[in-house]
């Protein structure tokens, strides 16, 4: 059984619910506090020990590069300065030479497809996948460092789910659940999008998978919206290879949605011994 080693960063969407603000700027680089989005996801990936990241970017993601870089005259300056301290900040958005690689997924055909872009990165080894709108906060134990302990002690492929109300289960790929282990379900089906769905399960935005769904993803079949699902391919792996979905013990943060976005800003925020107690004292005066 291979380690996982590589992570796909699905980075390519336009963010139209956030304009106007994504009009110039990549919606992974929002910052919630004082860090961007993909750099919470990032830092998941580090701590589960995967050594290449894959982004799977779109038109006017510069910036993500960019990101990712040393930026030589920026850190010239501090040290001038004698700022050493904000130095440290930066030490976080240095990838090491050759452990970050940048591809274009040129057409808006669904989050399968963009898996499917990175297959020649990939190759033969299994892959982690992490959508950076999902902010799936667990300082203590993140979800992909439970994924890779799940995946060290099963193999086959593992997905990230949490229990959502039911009326809301038409908006995200469910499981079909079967015997459950503490904090491990077998699964035995999914469905994307379902109009009655299986059980309350659903996936949040992290999986480890086998290469083998590249050639499923590679037959173009289109899926909810006429996009090339991911669940769909994975759902075709089901019985073939062992399959698991792990609950997570952590808080999720829909940071695709405006209001899920402003929420991780507040709780995260609110655990900064730096500016915690002014952001508490604020709401508290404003009666929130």
Known sequence: MKPVRKAIFPVAGQGTRFLPATKAMPKEMLPVVDRPLIQYAVDEARAAGIEELIFVTGRGKQAIEDYFDIAYELEASLTA?????????????????GRACFIRQQEPLGLGHAVWCARDLIGD?????LLPDELLWNPKRPSLVQLVETYNQKGGNVVTVMEVPEEHTHRYGIVDPGKTD??????KGLVEKPEKAPSRLAMTGRYILQPDIMPLLAQDNRGVGGEIQLTDSMAQLI?????????FGGIRHDCGDKAGFIQANVAL????????????????????
Do not use: S, W
């Open 182 to 187: 503490g904090e491990v379900t077998e699964v």
């Open 125 to 129: 080894e299994p892959f982690a996948v």
């Open 81 to 97: 300065k004698g700022k050493t301290g904000m130095l440290d900040l930066l030490e976080g958005t240095r990838v090491a030479p």
């Open 239 to 247: 019985g073939k290879q062992p399959f698991h979905a792990c609950r």
């Open 269 to 288: 925020a609110l655990e900064r011994p730096d500016i915690g107690p002014a952001v508490r004292d604020y709401l508290h005066r404003q009666n929130f």
